[in-house]
């Protein structure tokens, strides 16, 4: 709450950096754009009145566009409308007006044109449902949004009549908006509108059930924090002095209110005004050094981006497959040069993941050491899965296969080759990943651990000492490597006495994350010290660790795709991944 | 420039909310109330109340709600409410609202989040916009398309402003980069959109380096490449060769949306054959693949449009615009046939022919209800291509004249008037033509269609062989002669009045009907079907010839034009025929066949005797026949056919002209000035002013564009509204536009007096409505202030404003008020002169409900004086040929026809007599759909028809 009501005040302050005035001309650097500014200026200058000049830009936009959407009365009467374009309200009733008038009888076709404008209609009942356009506009798109709207009208207005269209004015308001953005058309079905238009939002219920259970989360622990005083002062009368130990207590509450606020990604939460705390909340604001962790969008967007990218490109890569060769030859010479904005797609992707559950000790001895890997398949056309797959893997022990159960077990057994029972059969198409196979890794010691971490906090004068140190096994190159410790609440960021590698402060979750973009052979081992205010040893732990690797432990690998029509092999990538999904030192 | 609107919501008055009620309901916990106060008062500021106290209240009240129905509803009141003082600030607890849309930008709800960002598009106070600025950048990277889409939108709307780049310098960096990684079509839409017309060089950037994949890109955004393509090219031609290609690739693209684009991109990029075929052909592609009649039709318009600038290249499509005959609707074909009919070059005419043949068979033998009026298109078609390419006549004119007797009168109308024509004017064909006339006459029902291939076979029926077979056609389908015998009169009393009843009520559907010429001629309405006293007859029975039909149904207009046939026949025989006896005998033959006719007329068999005109006419042939002359002789058998030569060749010669004329208009002349932009209105058009001719069709669309009219004129149209010695004085400057008349009222304080609370308060009459409300003004000593009144007109009438304007002085505390002058809304200004064919305008005259009959009474002396003011005075067009007005005759009758901007039509046919005193007599007849046309018209006329003094 304080955070916001600080972020308000530069909201409204000058800030200096926005009075900074650049001109776009040296901005872009570019001629053509210095000669269009040069020229609305000239007729900024000319112009009589300003606005003119103001509108102009404003509606320029794109050369065609929906003017209106308005459904009116056989007799004239304009029911609803709504403009996408800026213009007078005696311009837009005289328009509506004319349409009438100019509608003829008898006639085949839905649209009329005048000196100015097209109108394209559509009857509904005692209605009209009109589309006014420029002349330039599209006839083809104007139509396909005629067609939407006309299945939306029905859907949101009882009776196709004046009483009930004047009875859903706004809701009709609301879904053309959704149908036709400012002008432009939008590729969007009834559906799509209808839940644009109902607005019902998963991440908000999850960002209400949250916000309920903080709230009652908080509730408690206010409860057990008021006896806690309760019985502090019982015990201040007593005169013994325990106050550390009760300290612990609001550091929790602190940092789950962060938590909320991430979730939240930055917005204030009114509600949780209630409840009291903000005072304590103010006091974990953010410190210079600490970057703002709020980011929580920035990983969740790489992955939604990820996904995304694969389904466009199978479209175009549909597309033109449909188009036939000679656009396919047409992109040779260029490719090279445009295949860094175009992420190249092969019809057949072959996922295989390692995935690490470790819990260590901090004297070194296991609590678990588990390893699961999956093998999925994404086919992209159904021609092209009507495939075997040919297996490799490492001998280790413990290491146990499962397989789909549509997948051919016999054959896998003995040639070690993934296929399907029934042979006529392809493998699923499409963009989603398809499971094929899972293994698992038990039984292994520490020696084969991939990265170990040892936290060594020592206490002396006035402050804790911590070293931490990681050696790195060289079976494995570590990439992305973030070792976070926690730490105790802290004023100012920990001071970092020697590292190897970055780190950063989370002040709301108040750990240091140490992260080292890559372990090879070159640094198998490093360290980090750092310096903190007297805190109790277990308050480091546990220290949880994030990587990712390109080899596995089983190392599991498609030495071929056998096809199964006499086709040639279709392409394929592997990916290869071992991930620490829980890796913690406890 | 006045205020933009964004929204219309009809209201009714029925049921006023009070201000109170509703902010009552804002108040409030309920969440439905809350919705429905919100509703109403958005409706009510629609309606022109300001409604100032609610702000606060909704601030307070509404603000806070977490319904999303209300956020919304809540974001279209900010849409619409005042955000600036009359000084265009921002006013102050605008600031209160910034919070809340901050809020609303980082909502967890993202749809509240898209709306959000979709209002920040309409607002233009850069005050209000700038602190939202970085949660607006947040949220281009939200991981929902739906923000992403709208947040790009919102980025180039406030870049858009005049201050945007200030706002978001780096506005186009951003949108480059998000253009890079979004996968959302509509989202790269928007974005390349924003970068097209904020950005050019970075959005030519990223096309280029993404040409060869333009083709796979959705839809959205090819449109917005081709769109870019066009204002880059428009700006710079010299780059049109790197475009070229793209659009070529997008040319087999599936989106048809997208191809019908491309060659519209291609056709105004370039001239090249090369690409102007591949655009027509991209559009016939297009009328042939698609079935939407919309789509159909403004295809054609676009191939019309290339017909008219790359003609040569349209001629070899000639075919291909042909299929669409194929569509079975009538305008489409219309359409085609028009289009193709211009491209007819001697080369492709037979095909084209064949073609229209082929499509004439095909009306024949599919029965469809439209069928006979798609037929007389196809002949009307064929008929000029015979025009212009006689050779073709020989093809076609037999197919066609299987339609004589074509059920269809219109089109077998046209059938018989080509004939006609062809035989007049392909002298060769005349022998084969005739032969078959005479072969196929019989199946002729139509009157009309008679009396034109009688007098063709009258005209034509040159050889011994012809005549003698004319003669013998003509009998057969007379039948027996005499039509009626007394002795029958007895037997058929009783069935003749029955028939007297049955033709009681079809006589009175008699009306007047307008000849070609413009003169009125009564016309029975009971038609030749309504009658059944041909089988009635016993005489009929043996061989029910169609001109015994149509005599004996009491149409004496074919009999005399049978009796005037004969009389040729006979003299042309007399020529030919070596033996006296056989012409004399087929002379009498002629005698009694008249003569029966007129036995018959006299009769009582018929419920209306014969008409004086057709009886003189009869008579004559009767006298003529018995007594024949040289002179005569010359006159029937010459004349007739000298006269109907001229008329041809005055038609060829007014269609040659036509053409001469168009060919004259010239689009520029080498020296005339350059005009620019916003200091004149546009004629000549410099490279920048091309650059936005586009942007024109928007502008004009949105009602910003007006053609201004010249000045001179202007100041003829100031009408004063009150006296010099009046308090305050007061003149209007009248604009009409198309729908709506701008009144600039000057107001000026002559007192040495302050005056408050100056009001201009307009009433009207007629088809008019005010627009505004008006407001008050205070007025200081001797100053003046312009006032502007927008009054809302929906159709043609002669309308009045009238109104006062009332103020207070500080001494006294009463309102003076003084009373305007009326201002005249002036029906001509909604007029402008059109033509239509004789047959539509006969059409609409028997159609339109609404007549209005003005007596002439004037001081002109001379009839074509008198037509050419009234012409002039009503801004009319007179469809009437000249030729036809020529000479003096004492008589004068004529059409005249204009349009109204509603497009209403206005008909007016003016019949005259000259009396023994000189004075003109006749009435003028003004017919409209509506009545306003027509009352409005008629006082037009009458006010002006005395003419002299003005």
């Known amino acids: 709450m304080g955070r916001c009501l600080g972020g308000s005040d530069t909201l409204f302050g000058l800030d200096a950096r926005k009075r900074n005035f650049r001109f776009s001309i040296s901005f872009h650097g570019s001629c053509i754009c210095a000669l269009l500014t040069a020229y609305l200026f000239y007729k900024t200058e000319s112009a009589e009145s300003r606005p003119v000049t103001k509108i102009f830009l404003r509606c320029a936009w794109f050369t065609m566009v929906v003017l209106a959407a308005s459904i009116v009365t056989k007799s004239g009467k304009v029911l609803v409308s709504r403009q996408f374009v800026e213009m007078s309200r005696i311009r837009i009733e005289g328009l509506l007006a004319a349409f009438p008038k100019l509608v003829g009888t008898g006639k085949q076709h839905t649209f009329v044109e005048t000196e100015n404008v097209r109108y394209v209609y559509q009857p509904i009942e005692a209605l009209y449902l009109l589309l006014v356009t420029n002349k330039q506009s599209n006839i083809l798109e104007d139509l396909d949004t005629l067609r939407l709207l006309s299945k939306l009208v029905p859907e949101y207005s009882p009776s196709l009549d004046e009483e009930g269209v004047c009875k859903m004015a706004f809701e009709l308001i609301f879904a053309f908006d959704e149908a036709i953005s400012l002008g432009n058309k939008e590729n969007l079905t009834v559906a799509q509108v209808k839940q644009y238009c109902e607005m019902e939002s998963h991440e908000e219920r999850l960002h209400k059930l949250v916000m309920q259970n903080k709230i009652n989360e908080t509730k408690d622990i206010m409860k057990r924090k008021a006896s806690e005083i309760d019985k502090s002062k019982i015990e201040k009368n007593r005169g013994d002095k325990g106050g550390l130990m009760a300290l612990s207590g609001p550091r929790r509450i602190e940092s789950s209110f962060n938590d909320m606020s991430i979730s939240n990604s930055g917005s204030g939460f009114g509600s949780g005004s209630g409840i009291g705390l903000s005072s304590d909340v103010e006091s974990f604001s953010i410190k210079p050094k600490g970057r703002p962790s709020a980011s929580a969008t920035a990983p969740s967007k790489g992955l939604g981006m990820k996904l995304g990218k694969t389904q466009k490109t199978n479209q175009f890569l549909e597309s033109l497959k449909a188009e036939g060769e000679v656009i396919l030859e047409d992109v040779q010479p260029n490719v090279a040069q445009s295949k860094s904005s175009l992420p190249s797609t092969d019809p057949v992707t072959l996922t295989i993941e390692e995935r690490l559950n470790v819990v260590i000790r901090r004297d070194g001895a296991l609590n678990n050491f588990d390893i699961q890997g999956t093998l999925s398949l994404q086919i992209l056309n159904q021609e092209d899965g009507f495939v075997q797959l040919q297996i490799e893997n490492q001998d280790v022990p413990g290491l146990s296969f499962k397989t789909h159960p549509n997948i051919n077990k016999e054959l896998f057994n003995s040639k070690h080759i993934v296929g399907l029972k029934d042979p006529n059969r392809p493998f699923p198409a499409g963009q989603n990943d398809v499971g094929l196979m899972k293994w698992r890794i038990q039984g292994m010691d520490e020696a084969s651990l991939p990265l170990t971490v040892n936290c060594w906090p020592s206490v002396s004068g006035g402050e804790t000492y911590v070293n931490i140190e990681y050696e790195a096994s060289e079976s494995f190159d570590l990439q992305n490597v973030v070792i976070s410790i926690p730490l105790p609440a802290l004023r100012e960021p920990p001071s970092i006495r020697q590292i190897d590698g970055e780190w950063k402060y989370d002040s709301r979750n108040s750990t240091l994350d140490w992260s080292i973009l890559l372990i090879d052979h070159a640094n198998r081992s490093g360290s980090m010290e750092f310096v903190v205010p007297p805190a109790d040893s277990s308050v480091f732990f546990p220290i949880a660790v994030r990587f990712t690797a390109a080899s596995t432990y089983s190392d599991v690998k498609v030495a071929n795709v056998i096809p199964l029509r006499d086709n040639a092999p279709p392409k394929y990538t592997q990916r290869i991944q071992l991930i620490a999904d829980t890796y913690q030192v406890v | ?950």
């Open chain 2, 1 to 950: 420039m006045e205020k933009s609107c964004s929204m219309l919501i009809h209201f009714d008055k029925g049921s006023p909310a009070m201000a109170n009620e509703i902010k009552e309901a804002l108040e409030g916990n309920d969440v439905e109330a809350k919705i429905d106060a919100l509703k109403k008062a958005i409706m009510l500021l629609l309606n022109g109340e300001s409604l100032p106290q609610l702000f606060i209240t909704i601030v307070r009240y509404v603000l806070p709600s977490e319904d999303h129905t209300v956020q919304k509803l809540l974001l279209l009141y900010l849409e619409i409410i005042d955000k600036t003082d009359a000084r265009g600030r921002v006013l102050p607890e605008m600031i209160l609202i910034c919070q809340n849309l901050r809020n609303n930008l980082q909502h967890p709800n993202e749809y509240i989040r898209g709306v959000t960002l979709r209002f920040l598009c309409r607002l233009s106070e850069p005050e209000i916009l700038e602190p939202l600025i970085p949660s607006v950048l947040t949220n281009l990277e939200h991981r929902h398309p739906f923000i992403r889409r709208h947040a790009i939108l919102a980025i180039a709307a406030i870049y858009r402003l005049p201050t945007g780049e200030q706002l978001l310098p780096d506005a186009p960096v951003l949108v480059e980069k998000v253009l890079s990684s979004e996968q959302d079509l509509s989202a790269r839409r928007n974005a390349f959109l924003m970068l097209a017309s904020c950005a050019q060089l970075p959005a030519v950037a990223y096309l280029l380096s993404q040409a060869d994949h333009v083709a796979n890109w959705g839809d959205l955004l090819q449109m917005a490449a081709l769109d870019l393509i066009r204002k880059v090219c428009r700006s710079n031609s010299g780059e049109k060769g790197k475009y070229i290609k793209i659009i070529i690739s997008l040319l087999s693209c599936p989106s048809e949306a997208v191809v019908y684009e491309c060659a519209c991109t291609l056709v105004s990029l370039s001239s090249a054959p090369t690409a102007i075929r591949a655009a027509a052909n991209t559009y016939c592609q297009l009328l042939q693949s698609q079935s939407d009649n919309n789509v159909k039709l403004i295809v054609l318009e676009r191939l019309n449009e290339l017909k008219t600038s790359h003609k040569e290249i349209m001629v070899e499509m000639i075919m291909d615009v042909l299929r669409a005959l194929s569509s079975p609707n009538l305008d489409i074909k219309r359409k085609t046939l028009d289009i193709a009919l211009e491209l007819i070059t001697s080369r492709n005419i037979d095909e084209v022919v064949l073609t229209l043949k082929k499509e004439v068979v095909k009306t024949q033998s599919t029965e469809l209800e439209k069928n006979g009026e798609y037929r007389q298109m196809l002949v009307q078609a064929i008929h000029s291509c015979a025009i212009k390419f006689p050779q073709v006549a020989s093809t076609v004119v037999h197919l066609l004249m299987d339609f004589l007797g074509d059920s269809n009168v219109a089109s077998a109308i046209d059938v018989v008037l080509f004939v006609r024509e062809i035989i007049e004017t392909n002298p060769k064909l005349r022998v084969s033509v005739i032969t078959r006339l005479l072969d196929t006459f019989y199946q002729i029902r139509a009157a009309r269609v008679c009396s034109c291939a009688l007098w063709i076979i009258g005209e034509y029926c040159l050889s011994l062989s012809e005549v003698e077979s004319g003669i013998v056609t003509i009998k057969q389908c007379l039948g027996d002669i005499p039509f009626y015998t007394a002795t029958e009169e007895g037997e058929t009393a009783d069935a003749s009045k029955k028939l007297q009843q049955v033709s009681s009520v079809t006589v009175s559907s008699k009306r007047p009907v307008v000849l070609a010429d413009g003169t009125y001629a009564t016309q029975s309405a009971a038609s030749e079907t309504a009658f059944s006293a041909p089988t009635v007859l016993p005489g009929s029975l043996a061989s029910p010839g169609n001109l015994r039909a149509l005599i004996l149904s009491g149409d004496f207009f074919v009999g005399a034009v049978v009796a005037s046939t004969l009389t040729k026949l006979v003299l042309r025989l007399e020529e030919v025929q070596p033996s006296k006896t056989e012409a004399n005998r087929a002379c009498t033959d002629a005698l009694l066949i008249m003569t029966s006719m007129l036995q018959l007329g006299k009769s009582s068999f018929l419920p209306h005797p014969i008409d004086n005109d057709s009886y003189d006419r009869i008579v004559l042939c009767i006298r003529l026949l018995c007594n024949t002359g040289d002179d005569v002789r010359k006159i029937w058998l010459q004349s007739c056919r000298q006269s109907f030569a001229a008329m041809l060749a005055e038609k060829q010669f007014r269609e040659i002209e036509e053409i001469k004329a168009k060919a004259q208009i010239s689009y520029a002349q080498p020296d005339d000035l350059i005009d620019f932009y916003h200091l004149k209105s546009r004629k000549g058009m410099s490279q920048l002013e091309l650059e936005d001719e586009v942007q024109d069709d928007l502008k004009r669309a949105t009602g910003e564009f007006m053609k201004d009219g010249d000045d001179a004129n202007k100041l003829n149209r100031i009408l004063q509204l009150t006296g010099f010695s009046d308090p305050v004085y007061a003149e209007a400057y009248v604009t009409v536009h198309h729908y709506d008349i701008v009144l600039d009222v000057t107001v000026i304080n002559r007192t040495k007096e302050t005056l408050q609370n100056l009001c201009l308060e307009l009433a009207t009459m007629g088809d008019l409505k005010l627009v505004d409300r008006p407001q008050n003004y205070t007025l200081a000593p001797e100053s003046s202030k312009q006032i502007r009144a927008n009054i809302k007109v929906s159709s043609t009438e002669t309308g009045v404003i009238f109104g006062n304007i009332v103020y207070e002085t500080s001494n006294v505390h009463e309102r003076t008020v003084v009373v305007l002058n009326d201002i005249h809304i002036d029906i001509m200004d909604y007029i402008s002169p059109a033509t239509c064919a004789d047959v539509t305008f006969k059409n609409m005259w028997a159609e339109f409900e609404w007549e209005n009959k003005v007596a002439v009474n004037t001081i002109l002396q001379d009839e074509k004086e008198f037509l050419n003011h009234i012409i002039k005075s009503t801004n009319m067009k007179c469809l009437t040929p000249p030729s036809a007005l020529d000479g003096e005759c004492g008589f004068l009758a004529a059409n005249l026809y204009a349009k109204s901007v509603f497009g209403e039509d206005a008909l007016v046919n003016i019949s005259l007599e000259k009396q023994a005193d000189g004075k003109l007599s006749g009435y003028i007849r003004i017919r409209s759909k509506t009545q306003g046309i027509a009352l409005s018209l008629g006082d037009k006329i009458t006010l002006k028809q005395k003419g002299g003094s003005n």
